[in-house]
């Protein structure tokens, strides 16, 4: 079933609202198309009223809840990957739902990478010190390593 005519009756008609304010269109076309290649320097005005001013407001919090993440995520890769601040964890205040569950998934990442790192070093410490007998665990927390971490695991015992 096609519901395009559907949605073009539901669209205003000569980009007015019926609660007030006007929409631009083009403005908005042009604001979509900047934040669809990632310009986070998009924004809609902020003096638009009614509908409009609604949607200008929704969209330009969408983009700075955007701008938010790939800054958090920039920290992250300096501070954990550059750094070697190894306990340092993402984070985005006033975010719920797939943000949240985006932030949560770094920071399952992280660990996931960390605790096999971790034990590597522990085993190559012990053996710097002349301790033969320290060897890496196959499993972490229950879990197997796999692929790579199963590879330095076997080469490090």
Same mark, same amino acid.
């Given at each position: %079933?096609?519901?395009? /005519? =559907?949605? !073009?009756? #539901? ?16 403005? =908005? =076309?042009?604001?979509? %198309? &900047?934040?669809?290649? +990632?310009?986070? *320097? ?12 609604? $949607? &200008?407001? !929704?969209?330009?919090?969408? $983009?700075?809840?955007?701008?938010? #993440? ?10 954990? +990957? ?10 985005? @205040?006033?975010? *719920?739902? *797939?943000?949240?569950?985006?932030? +949560?998934?770094?920071?399952?990442? $992280?660990?996931?990478?960390?605790? /096999?790192? @971790?034990? #590597?070093?522990?085993? $190559? ?7 033969? @007998?320290?060897? #890496?665990? @196959?499993?972490?927390?229950?879990? /197997? ?13």
């Amino acid at each position: %079933m096609n519901k395009a /005519p =559907l949605i !073009t009756k #539901m669209l205003p008609r000569k980009n007015s609202l019926r609660n007030g304010g006007e929409l631009d269109t083009k403005q =908005l =076309l042009a604001a979509l %198309m &900047a934040f669809r290649r +990632g310009d986070f *320097s998009a924004r809609l005005p902020e003096d638009w009223t009614g509908v409009a001013g609604k $949607i &200008a407001d !929704t969209f330009n919090d969408v $983009i700075r809840t955007n701008q938010r #993440m790939t800054q958090e995520l920039g920290r992250i890769v300096r501070v954990v +990957g550059k750094e070697g601040r190894i306990t340092q964890r993402a984070a985005l @205040s006033d975010v *719920s739902e *797939s943000w949240g569950d985006a932030i +949560g998934c770094i920071n399952v990442l $992280i660990e996931d990478l960390l605790r /096999p790192t @971790s034990e #590597m070093a522990r085993v $190559i410490g012990a053996v710097a010190k002349g301790n033969l @007998s320290e060897t #890496m665990a @196959s499993e972490i927390e229950g879990q /197997p390593l796999k692929g790579e971490f199963l590879r330095t695991a076997k080469t490090v015992n």
